[in-house]
């Protein structure tokens, strides 16, 4: 029996802005936006967006999800390109990871957008006291299960707050505004299992 592995190599640090840069561009590019369309759609200035394009900017999570929002697509569509070939097995080594060069947020990708289920899996690690907002996204609805895995984390979904804990599972969307923020003296890890519909 051959036994498949995920052979894709890490993604050096120094090499994320470049490659945000370029997803940002080619998605831009795609949907026939202008820098001013896309400054409207996501208010981020038009100088902000161009420097993010050319590299010249680190840009944080709540930047990226402004930016993700007036696209209409997720956060790992601009963060992370498509696997040419779907993987089987996703070595921790290899999963595409994120820092915010701000907030110290850091963002994993433990298994990429399956298109057979409309399923991927993220891990996100805010620090002690780390607040992330981000805006309704105005693309295609999905929706999220957060598992908290390690800390306390506050989640603030439109109107409505939860207070979570290590084991605690709350189910949510992207089509209200979203404020995590840790809690505690150590901050907290998460696992998002997010479906976009098929």
């Known amino acids: 029996m051959k036994m498949l592995t995920d052979t894709r190599p890490p993604v050096p640090a120094a090499s994320i802005d470049t490659a945000i840069a370029a997803r940002l561009l080619a998605l831009r590019s795609e949907r026939g936006l202008s820098l001013a369309a896309l400054a409207a759609g ?10 993010v394009e050319r590299g010249q900017s680190s840009p944080t999570a709540a930047l990226l999800g402004r930016l993700a929002a007036g696209l209409g697509v997720t956060l790992t569509e601009l963060l992370v390109a498509p696997a040419p070939v779907p993987q089987r097995l996703h070595r921790h080594a290899a ?3 994120w820092r915010d060069p701000e907030l110290g947020y850091r963002r994993r990708q433990v298994a990429p957008y399956d298109a057979a289920t409309g399923v991927e899996l993220v891990q996100i690690e805010l620090p002690r006291g780390a607040r992330v907002a981000f805006p309704r996204w105005s693309g295609r609805p999905y929706a999220q299960r957060l598992w908290m895995l390690a800390g306390r984390l506050r989640v603030q979904y439109g109107d409505e707050v939860f207070e979570l804990d290590a084991g605690d ?7 209200r505004a ?3 923020g840790a809690l505690g003296v150590r901050g907290c890890s998460y696992l998002l299992v997010m479906a976009a519909p098929r």
Do not use: E, Y
């Open 169 to 175: 599972c709350l189910d949510l969307a992207v089509d």
């Open 42 to 51: 996501s208010g981020v200035s038009k100088a902000m967006i161009s420097r």
């Open 95 to 97: 999963q595409p990871a």
């Open 178 to 180: 979203l404020v995590f």
